[in-house]
Nanobody
Framework: QVRLVESGGGSVQAGGSLRLSCAAS????????MGWFRQAPGKEREGVAY???????RYEDSVKGRFTISKDNAKNTLSLQMDTLKPEDTAMYYC?????????????????WGRGTQVTVSA
């Protein structure tokens, strides 16, 4: 069983920044892929950014150039630096781990999920 704990969420004004962190109870270098997802009220969960075990990275179009995903295998952590935040970035953000799958990964590839951290961006 893999435990993932997110932190770093909060409330900021548009244009501000937040840094999310995810602490994993497993060796992150053994994972196939780790990713950040988000879910706004009334909407489906969507992928935000992914990093695989080779260091390949993919971003959802709406966050390209504003968000940066990084993984620290020495600390078994996953981070998401979010800059130039917009009100439409408001959502619960989740960290997830996949041990197999395609590239880019699909939501169903991820078998372990954290409980999420709330990000609220005001206009």
């Amino acid at each position: 069983q893999v435990r993932l704990v997110e932190s770093g969420g909060g409330s900021v004004q548009a244009g501000g920044s937040l840094r999310l962190s995810c602490a994993a109870s497993t060796y992150t270098y053994r994972t196939y892929c780790m990713g950040w997802f988000r879910q706004a009220p009334g909407k489906e969960r969507e992928g935000v950014a992914y990093v695989d075990n080779d260091g390949s990275i993919r971003y959802e179009d709406s966050v390209k150039g504003r968000f940066t995903i990084s993984k620290d295998n020495a600390k078994n952590t996953l981070s998401l630096q979010m800059d130039t935040l917009k009100p439409e970035d408001t959502a619960m953000y989740y960290c997830a781990v996949a041990y197999s799958g395609g590239w880019p990964p699909s939501l169903t590839d991820f078998s372990y999920w954290g409980r999420g951290t709330q990000v609220t961006v005001s206009a």
